[in-house]
């Protein structure tokens, strides 16, 4: 495998072009890891330490090929790109592109573009978070909303870092944790009233949500957009409800109520019935 020796953060799975920094993060932190060596612990999912990653498998959730005619579009990073990895994903075609929601999710991202021949998309706003920028391997995505390619559309709604993604396509709306899905988002039909699925949240391992004001950007971001799935940060936090997209809107109320608010703009919002589901 033609990996770079450069060093990895076991932290938080972040590769840097030179002993990295002291993150202020939680233990097991301090220590790095190399890809021969890349026995990485269990997440560390904290900010500021930009990155965390867990070993999964590439047809994972976090790491996930979306097909289309124009080329396989790559969803998010993990830090080990072995072998098997990389014969998966060329079995499939290989990679036109690989857009990564925050800066969570950056990893070995120049290792990733150098072994599929492809270009990385980030926003422009999280560019202070990248621990290398060779020339040619990544494009920021400067607009707030940017298809990458036919059917398959990157969404800026901010939040969780300022250039947080979400990215559309076929009604299917990968949140990574920019939207983060909560154990309530599966309860069975006819769930109770009043019941949430989803958190929106700065900093989740420290419990920090976001204010009225972040949420209400977020909604209005991906908006105009029909989905009936939302696919989450790990295995198991797929959601599918043809009335999904209300749920979130729902979410979104009950979170901003629950912070004390009687009275804000997003409490306003309603889902047309017609672009609700798909
Ligand atoms: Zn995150």
Redesign the pocket.
């Known amino acids: 495998m033609s990996t770079s020796p450069l060093p990895i953060c076991t932290a938080c799975g972040t590769q840097y072009s030179s002993p990295p920094p002291h993150h202020p993060s939680p233990p097991p932190a301090k220590s790095v890891s190399t890809p021969a060596n890349s026995s990485l612990p269990p997440a560390n999912?904290g900010q500021p330490c930009p990155n965390y990653k867990k070993r999964t498998k590439t047809n994972s959730p976090k790491t996930r090929p979306n097909p289309t005619p124009q080329g396989n579009i790559l969803w998010d990073l993990i830090t080990l790109l072995d072998p098997e990895t990389v014969d998966f994903i060329k079995s499939k075609g290989g990679l036109k592109a690989i857009v990564i929601s925050?800066p969570?999710?950056y990893t070995t991202y120049v290792e990733w573009a150098r072994v599929f021949g492809c270009e990385v998309l980030v926003s422009k706003e999280d560019r202070e978070w990248l621990c290398r920028e060779p020339e040619g391997v990544v494009r920021f995505l400067e607009g707030e909303v940017e298809e990458v390619v036919r059917g398959v559309t990157a969404i800026k709604t901010g939040g969780?870092?300022r250039g947080s993604l979400v990215l559309c396509w076929e009604g299917r709306l990968c949140i990574?944790?920019?939207i983060v899905t909560v154990p309530s988002a599966y309860t069975p039909h006819p769930r109770p009233p009043g019941q949430t699925s989803y958190s929106f949240q700065w900093s989740?391992p420290n419990m920090i949500p976001l204010p009225p004001d972040d949420i209400l950007r977020i909604w209005r971001a991906i908006k105009p957009f029909k989905f009936d799935t939302t696919h989450g940060?790990f295995v198991g936090m797929d959601v599918r409800d043809k009335g999904l997209k209300r749920r979130m809107l729902e979410s979104m109320k009950i979170q901003v109520r629950g912070e004390g608010w009687d009275k804000h703009e997003i409490l306003e919002e309603v889902v047309d019935e017609v672009e609700g589901s798909i």
Do not use: E, G, R, V
Request: proline share 0%; glycine share 0%.
């Open positions: 999912h925050h969570h999710y969780h870092f990574a944790d920019t989740i940060a």
